[in-house]
Nanobody, 114 residues
Framework: QVQLVESGGGLVQAGGSLRLSCAAS????????MAWYRQAPGKQRELVAD???????YYADSVKGRFTISRDNRKNTVYLQMGSLKPEDTAVYYC????????WGQGTQVTVSS
């Protein structure tokens, strides 16, 4: 059974930092691209960042320079370090594994207060 288990969401003040974690199990991790998405109420889900098996990264323009995605293959875990948080970052954040099939975490709420 493939599982992606997220942690680290919560409430933070604008300008603060938060680190999200997503641990994968039941699937080979090191060869797959991992990604973070977010979805605000009434909004379309958007790609925030991804990281390939070769550690190449992509960031949405809205988070570039503020967020950092990383992975620890030994721990089968992907992280999203979020800094300089803005109220606009408030959303449910989802991790995903993109392989022959796509797998999704359950989502974790991030709320940034003004």
């Amino acid at each position: 059974q493939v599982q992606l288990v997220e942690s680290g969401g919560g409430l933070v003040q604008a300008g603060g930092s938060l680190r999200l974690s997503c641990a994968a199990s039941g699937i080979m991790f090191r060869t797959n691209t991992m990604a973070w998405y977010r979805q605000a109420p009434g909004k379309q889900r958007e790609l925030v960042a991804d990281i390939t098996n070769g550690a190449s990264t992509y960031y949405a323009d809205s988070v570039k320079g503020r967020f950092t995605i990383s992975r620890d293959n030994r721990k089968n875990t992907v992280y999203l370090q979020m800094g300089s948080l803005k109220p606009e970052d408030t959303a449910v954040y989802y991790c995903a594994l993109h392989g022959s099939r796509n797998y999704w975490g359950q989502g974790t709420q991030v709320t940034v207060s003004s």
